[in-house]
């Protein structure tokens, strides 16, 4: 369950820096540090749309529940990203901690109020919530025209592009959802991610390396691996890179 804690530690609290004064995030910075820990709901479809809130640590989960009482997981969020923003009275997702999970919330009335205020604030929601768009449509593609081998690839690949993009030149990356979360996440079944996965090792795209890490996956020919997916614009030559799968053994 959350709990809320008014002191954090001042190295957690350098970890996090602070944003320009005129940035959506800076709208958080005195707000007190809350803990989600892993499996516990942020906040359900259709509940009433009366926070927002900033990610500093861990990973959320978003799903909605199909009619036959499917979990489809539309997406994952990561630190520095801001969720619950809603243009109706409503959530439109669920969201749940993949793991533990350190957050900030600003209520929905003080959030709307400041970016009405603001010039510099309302061009940056509209920018963020493009970015939410052209994600939905980019899933939307992802699961209209792709087969398993290329939802999977694709998957691995935009893991490695988001961490390379936050950590620099890191060759290390944590997976911190298991395989069922990333066959509700492309639209297979459990199953089909474990026998594409042993199809990917096959074929000697990637490689299981438990000497380097605990369940860690070695991306052996990312060219291929880009090929595979049917990125033709992701073929460049990267170096060899490790990704670590964190929680449960799968």
Same mark, same amino acid.
């Given at each position: 369950m959350?709990?809320?804690?008014q002191?954090?530690?001042?190295g957690?609290?350098?970890?996090?820096?602070?944003?320009?004064q005129?940035?959506?995030?800076?709208l958080?910075?005195?707000?007190?540090f809350?803990?989600?820990?892993?499996?516990?709901?942020?906040?359900?479809?259709s =509940?009433?749309?009366?926070d927002?809130?900033?990610?500093l640590?861990?990973?959320?989960?978003i799903?909605?529940?199909?009619? =036959?009482?499917?979990? !489809?997981?539309?997406?994952?969020?990561? *630190?520095?990203?801001?969720?619950g923003?809603?243009?109706g009275?409503?959530?439109l997702y669920?969201?749940?901690a !993949?793991?533990? !999970?350190?957050?900030?919330r600003?209520?929905?009335?003080?959030?709307?109020a400041?970016?009405?205020e603001?010039?510099h604030?309302r061009p940056?929601?509209?920018?963020?919530?493009?970015?939410?768009?052209a994600?939905?449509? =980019?899933?939307?593609v992802?699961?209209?025209?792709?087969n398993?081998?290329?939802?999977l690839?694709?998957f691995l690949?935009?893991t490695?592009?988001?961490?390379?993009?936050?950590?620099?030149?890191r060759?290390t990356?944590?997976? *911190?959802?298991?395989?069922?979360?990333?066959?509700?996440?492309?639209?297979?079944?459990?199953?089909?991610?474990?026998?594409?996965?042993t199809?990917?090792?096959?074929?000697?795209?990637?490689q299981?390396?438990?000497?380097?890490?605990?369940?860690?996956i070695?991306?052996c020919r990312? !060219?291929?691996?880009?090929?595979m997916?049917?990125?033709e =614009?992701?073929?460049?030559r990267e170096?060899?890179?490790?990704i670590?799968?964190?929680?449960?053994s799968?």
């Amino acid at each position: 369950m959350l709990s809320t804690t008014q002191n954090y530690e001042s190295g957690t609290t350098a970890l996090h820096a602070v944003h320009h004064q005129t940035s959506l995030h800076s709208l958080f910075c005195k707000q007190p540090f809350e803990h989600l820990t892993a499996g516990k709901a942020l906040f359900f479809e259709s =509940d009433d749309a009366v926070d927002v809130f900033e990610i500093l640590e861990g990973t959320l989960r978003i799903f909605r529940i199909i009619a =036959d009482g499917r979990r !489809v997981i539309t997406g994952f969020l990561y *630190p520095n990203d801001i969720v619950g923003i809603s243009l109706g009275g409503r959530y439109l997702y669920s969201a749940e901690a !993949v793991t533990s !999970v350190t957050l900030r919330r600003l209520s929905r009335r003080r959030f709307d109020a400041a970016v009405t205020e603001s010039d510099h604030l309302r061009p940056q929601l509209f920018a963020l919530v493009s970015d939410e768009m052209a994600a939905a449509q =980019d899933q939307m593609v992802l699961l209209s025209s792709k087969n398993a081998e290329e939802r999977l690839c694709s998957f691995l690949l935009a893991t490695l592009r988001r961490q390379a993009a936050s950590s620099g030149n890191r060759t290390t990356l944590e997976l *911190p959802m298991g395989r069922q979360d990333i066959a509700d996440y492309l639209g297979l079944t459990i199953e089909t991610v474990s026998r594409t996965m042993t199809k990917l090792i096959g074929k000697g795209a990637i490689q299981i390396d438990g000497v380097a890490a605990r369940n860690a996956i070695t991306i052996c020919r990312p !060219v291929l691996l880009a090929q595979m997916a049917g990125d033709e =614009d992701d073929r460049s030559r990267e170096p060899r890179l490790t990704i670590v799968r964190g929680g449960r053994s799968h």
